[in-house]
């Protein structure tokens, strides 16, 4: 089974950046849809971006949207998120997750992961 490992997380003043890393070992993720989810105390679950097959995009929650920018490294060993102008908000446990399928576009809203890591602490404190 894919077993996804992320990295990255950490305490960022806000303003701030982080780069949050999804890597399978032993595994390729060219092949699967991406998924980075995050989770506050108290809140549900929250799709925050994807990437599937390419030619259709990668797609944002509203939230994130002009912030938050989703990658396939060249290689296409990890996904990257690279997270710009980070927010009180954005504080959450972070967790990339995959579904073997990809897709043009990938929707978050109902998304049917199959594997999950194990989750990156990002605090947003000043």
């Known amino acids: 089974q894919l077993q996804l490992v992320e990295s990255g997380g950490g305490l960022v003043q806000p303003g701030g950046s982080l780069r949050l890393s999804c890597a399978a070992s032993?595994?390729?993720?060219?092949?699967?849809?991406i998924y980075w989810f995050r989770q506050a105390p108290g809140k549900e679950r929250e799709g925050v971006s994807c990437?599937?097959?390419?030619?259709?995009?990668?797609s944002y929650a509203d939230s994130v949207k002009g912030r938050f920018t989703i990658s396939r490294d060249n290689a296409k060993t990890t996904v990257v998120l690279e997270m710009n102008s980070l927010k009180p908000e954005d504080t959450a446990v972070y967790y990339c997750?995959?579904?073997?399928?990809?897709?043009?576009?990938?929707?978050?809203?109902?998304?049917?992961?199959?594997?999950w890591g194990q989750g990156t602490q990002v605090t947003v404190s000043s």
């Open positions: 997750a995959a579904r073997g399928q990809l897709f043009k576009t990938c929707v978050l809203s109902g998304a049917s992961v199959g594997s």
């Open positions: 032993g595994f390729s993720l060219n092949y699967y849809t």
């Open positions: 990437i599937s097959r390419g030619d259709g995009g990668p």
